[in-house]
């Protein structure tokens, strides 16, 4: 439960950090092409990307450190590739019942579909485009194909599994997103140049 809060906590960071240049940006783009908008709007798309870079800050960015006053970014000490599809159900079963080990089914299963999440649900309630199924998933399935290439290089895991969990996530989200009445959904996507 630890890591899961100091996960949090380190996402949290960073999306508070990026928030002025969200709304400043939005600002910036509203009165420059005259949008109309609405404020329940505006606090979805500033959520969504706050979610976007605490999403990056957990999987691409490398770790800081201050040790000594000499800040030093660190890579990942290992590098674990996954291939073979669906290794994390029986690894998170083995861990579960023989060691009665509950994070690796907190973080890799659970954590991997909450993640994405919020891409499948918040793409089309916030941009009309992706209002079909296979552009808010498939976004979703190309975002978690282009995290898993990105920490390669950085000595850090990259999972096939990662892949169809956090895809099924995105698809959950889209659901939620499907089943909010239209009224709640048109009150999201108003965006007209006036």
Same mark, same amino acid.
């Given at each position: !439960?630890?890591?899961i809060?100091?996960?949090? +906590?380190? !996402?949290? #960071?960073? !999306?508070v950090?990026?928030?002025?240049?969200?709304?400043?940006?939005?600002?910036?783009?509203? $009165?420059?092409?005259?949008?109309?908008?609405?404020?329940?709007?505006?606090?979805?798309?500033?959520?969504?990307?706050?979610?976007?870079?605490?999403?990056? =800050? +957990?999987? @691409? *960015? /490398?770790a800081?450190? =201050?040790?000594?006053?000499e800040?030093? #970014?660190?890579?990942?000490?290992?590098?674990a @590739?996954?291939?073979? /599809?669906?290794?994390?159900?029986?690894?998170?079963?083995?861990?579960? $019942?023989? *060691?009665? %080990?509950?994070?690796p089914?907190?973080?890799?299963?659970v954590?991997?579909?909450?993640?994405?999440? /919020?891409?499948?649900?918040?793409? /089309?309630?916030?941009?009309? $485009?992706?209002?079909?199924?296979?552009?808010?998933?498939?976004?979703?399935? *190309?975002?978690s194909?282009?995290?898993?290439?990105?920490?390669?290089? +950085?000595?850090?895991?990259?999972?096939?599994?990662?892949?169809?969990?956090?895809? %099924?996530?995105?698809? @959950?989200?889209?659901?939620?997103?499907? =089943? %909010?009445?239209?009224?709640?959904?048109?009150? #999201?996507? @108003?965006?007209?140049?006036?």
């Open positions: !439960m630890d890591s809060i100091r996960y949090i +906590q380190d !996402m949290g #960071f960073y !999306m950090l990026i928030l002025p240049g969200i709304i400043a940006v939005r600002i910036f783009q509203i $009165k420059r092409l005259k949008m109309q908008t609405n404020i329940l709007r505006e606090f979805g798309i500033t959520l969504f990307f706050m979610f976007l870079v605490g999403l990056l =800050s +957990q999987t @691409i *960015l /490398p800081v450190s =201050s040790q000594g006053g800040v030093k #970014f660190i890579n990942g000490n290992h590098q @590739i996954n291939l073979e /599809p669906f290794r994390v159900l029986t690894e998170t079963y083995n861990a579960i $019942k023989y *060691l009665d %080990l509950w994070q089914f907190l973080i890799n299963f954590g991997n579909i909450v993640m994405f999440f /919020p891409i499948g649900f918040f793409l /089309p309630l916030l941009w009309g $485009k992706f209002g079909r199924a296979w552009r808010a998933i498939g976004t979703a399935f *190309l975002i194909v282009a995290i898993e290439i990105l920490q390669l290089p +950085q000595m850090r895991s990259s999972d096939v599994d990662d892949l169809w969990l956090n895809t %099924l996530g995105a698809c @959950i989200g889209y659901i939620v997103y499907k =089943s %909010l009445p239209n009224m709640v959904k048109k009150s #999201f996507n @108003i965006r007209q140049i006036g």
